[in-house]
Antibody, heavy 119, light 110 residues
Framework: QVQLQESGPGLVKPSQTLSLTCTVS??????????WSWIRQPPGKGLEWIGY???????YYNPSLKSRVTISVDTSKNQFSLKLSSVTAADTAVYYC???????????WGQGTLVTVSS | QSALTQPASVSGSPGQSITISCTGT?????????VSWYQQHPGKAPKLMIY???KRPSGVSDRFSGSKSGNTASLTISGLQTEDEAGYYC??????????FGGGTKLTVL
């Protein structure tokens, strides 16, 4: 079955850019049946959708983060990536990647990776 | 894009049924049949329990059911079990601002 795995630095300095990659295994990101999402969860708080990408490169972002977010896809590596610029402590969170089977139905999810913003 | 409204906590005894509400607007919950529910145990990734308002993914117990009336969606868990104790989040497609989550509800099984 399809599995997702996040990777990237666990510590980012304020004002820098957070960069994460999600590697998809057990299925092709180019299948065309799904969108590929990033979702985050600050410690002790709720879930926040960041954005998603289609294999063709079409993207949709959370309006509250749109000015700082870029999501890209590399179909040759079966990966998609997140860049979040100008980070502050408020961006400290567990970042998840997930597959959207359409209509905001996220399944499966990666295990999540904690990113801390601190100097 | 405001978060959907969920109760902060609900509780029930083993064997009982509970319902968690999720209130949005006509731009999200009320406008589309695209409401999903997620179960999250501490330290774990969320798990899809309900999608398209009332559909269950393969492998999810039929004790979990979903419904919607107007701008409010609901998740009902029947025959509560201790392993159901977890956080639950609703989520809705919202058109031009595609996805919005609820604030989450902590279920305690007494």
């Amino acid at each position: 079955q399809v599995q997702l795995q996040e990777s990237g630095p666990g510590l980012v300095k304020p004002s820098q850019t957070l960069s994460l990659t999600c590697t998809v295994s057990g299925g092709s990101i180019s299948s065309g049946d799904y969108y590929w999402s990033w979702i985050r969860q600050p410690p002790g708080k709720g879930l926040e959708w960041i954005g998603y990408i289609y294999y063709s490169g079409s993207t949709y972002y959370n309006p509250s983060l749109k000015s700082r977010v870029t999501i890209s896809v590399d179909t040759s590596k079966n990966q998609f990536s997140l860049k979040l610029s100008s980070v502050t402590a408020a961006d400290t969170a567990v970042y998840y990647c997930a597959r959207d089977r359409e209509g905001a139905a996220f399944d499966p999810w990666g295990q999540g990776t904690l990113v801390t913003v601190s100097s | 894009q405001s978060a959907l409204t969920q109760p902060a906590s609900v509780s029930g005894s083993p064997g009982q049924s509970i319902t968690i509400s999720c209130t949005g607007t006509s731009s999200d919950v009320g406008g589309y049949n695209y409401v999903s529910w997620y179960q999250q145990h501490p330290g774990k990734a969320p798990k899809l329990m309900i999608y398209d308002v009332s559909k269950r993914p393969s492998g999810v117990s039929d004790r979990f059911s979903g419904s919607k009336s107007g701008n409010t969606a609901s998740l009902t868990i029947s025959g509560l079990q201790t392993e159901d104790e977890a956080g639950y989040y609703c989520c809705s497609y919202a058109g031009s601002s595609p996805v919005v989550f609820g604030g989450g509800t902590k279920l305690t099984v007494l």
